[in-house]
């Protein structure tokens, strides 16, 4: 926590600009704009379902072979969630590829074989995946980051920067992984976890987040400046 209010109105600026979308760190494809009902309907999604967004990401990146301690690959990740979510009729599973992953019919047949509705995408942009979405999950990705500030309930499958802070339902034991995809299925405590993510977001923003974006900077976020100023104090010393 920090008890420096200018670091939470930080915060709830960096919240509102995640929020707003269209900035990502790989092209997309073109957002269709419309409300998430309008979006339901033209994806071909039940309104009434319970819709779980899985964001895929790229094996050969760091977040696997760093922080990915419990599958060797995302396609495993992918499995072990799904088996997870058998036992829930209600649920309708979205999953978004990478845009930089070339690999999509392993996942595609492993939702098929699951039994669990759903669909697997490349042409539909991570802005529209989120506003349709009711939970979100993956291992690490920075979607995580993009659904916290969008209020979604997230399932981290691997070591992420809120790792333990209780920002997010966490798979830290496979074991027990299940316990932990019902709770974050039902998410009784959003809004706790939330104030969570706001709290913490506060902390990483006075300690070792560095905005590249000068408006933000009028927020009073820390920039290129301030890290320039910082890297120097270190290398005096």
Known sequence: ??????????????????????????????????????????????LDARVVLFASQIDGDTQQYMFSPHFPTNEAAF????A????????????????????????????????IRGQWRADVSIDDALAVSDRVAAVNSTVLYEALARERPVLSMGGWLLGGRGAAHEVTDL??????????????DND?????????????????LYTYEPEMEGHGMPGAGTLAERIARFARV
């Open 192 to 208: 706790a976890r939330q104030h969570i993510w706001r709290e913490a977001l506060a902390f990483l923003l006075s300690t070792c």
């Open 84 to 115: 997870r979510l058998g036992g829930h009729a209600d649920v309708y599973v979205l999953g978004k590829q990478h845009p930089k992953c070339p690999r999509s019919a392993a996942f595609t047949r492993a939702l098929a074989h699951s039994g």
């Open 79 to 82: 499995r072990w969630l799904l």
């Open 175 to 188: 074991a027990k992984g299940q316990s932990v995809v019902d709770a974050w299925l039902v998410a009784g």
């Open 1 to 46: 926590a920090v008890d420096d209010d200018r670091w939470r109105s930080c915060a709830t600026a960096a919240i509102a600009r995640i929020a707003a979308g269209r900035h990502t760190w790989w092209e997309q494809p073109d957002s269709r704009d419309g409300d998430a009902r309008a979006l339901r309907r033209e994806l071909g999604i039940p």
